[in-house]
């Protein structure tokens, strides 16, 4: 199942721990969350806070990069993406890595 790591950025400024209605709005996102990533069948791994950097890491497991993009696009998360900006990155796990070593060919 492909890893999908959402690192999301925000100013100091738009900072939710500073601004009521952010803080607001992502407490209910965090209650939500689970259940809005199951209803597109994606399962969320963890999220990472760096918070003297505004910087936040998401990991998620989805069966394809449609269901992720699905999830990405629910109303639901609109409060996330008021705020924040988010690149997004494919991640494939160890042991896919050693199935492609070991199927690789050598250059010549």
């Known amino acids: 199942m492909p890893t999908f790591l959402a690192i999301s950025r925000h100013s100091p400024e738009s900072c939710p721990m500073f601004d009521d209605k952010r803080r607001k709005g ?56 008021a705020f924040n900006t988010q690149e997004t990155k494919i991640a494939l796990g160890m042991e896919d890595i050693v199935k492609m070593l070991k199927q690789a060919k050598p250059a010549r």
Request: hydrophobic share 50%; aromatic share 10%; proline share 4%.
């Open 26 to 81: 992502l407490l209910e996102l965090t209650e939500k969350l689970e259940g809005v990533a199951k209803k597109h069948g994606v399962k969320v791994v963890g999220l990472w806070n760096v918070f003297s950097e505004h910087l936040t890491v998401a990991v998620y497991e989805a069966p394809s990069l449609e269901a992720f993009q699905k999830l990405q696009m629910d109303p639901e998360l609109a409060v996330w993406y």
